[in-house]
């Protein structure tokens, strides 16, 4: 099955609790490539690359976040594939 990608949008209290550090985990965990960053207006943006499942999977992570984050809602959408050789924090 060929990797497809995903770009996330997560929105909450998701910065200065380890949010980038526990997707990275995750991410990895499941074989996923791309990386996690800042954005300037306070959420987290994810692009991660890998098979739907382990998407599906990140996507349920990302909705739970590490024990200090309030996530208060994702948004997903397919992206354009680029190739990434590990998951990595930005």
Same mark, same amino acid.
């Given at each position: ?10 929105? #909450? ?6 949010? $980038?550090?526990?997707?990275? $985990? $995750? ?32 996507? #349920? ?11 208060? +809602? ?6 354009? +594939? ?9």
């Amino acid at each position: 099955m060929a990797p497809i990608s995903k770009l996330f949008l997560v929105s #909450g209290e998701v910065q200065g609790v380890g949010f $980038r550090a526990f997707v990275r $985990r $995750r991410a990895m965990a499941l074989g996923l490539r791309g990386y996690a960053k800042n954005l300037s207006g306070g959420d987290v943006e994810v692009l991660a690359m890998g098979t739907k499942d382990a998407l599906d999977k990140l996507s #349920g992570f990302l909705h739970q976040g590490p024990p200090w984050a309030v996530v208060r +809602s994702v948004q997903e959408r397919e992206a354009a +594939s680029v190739r990434y050789d590990e998951f990595f924090i930005e």
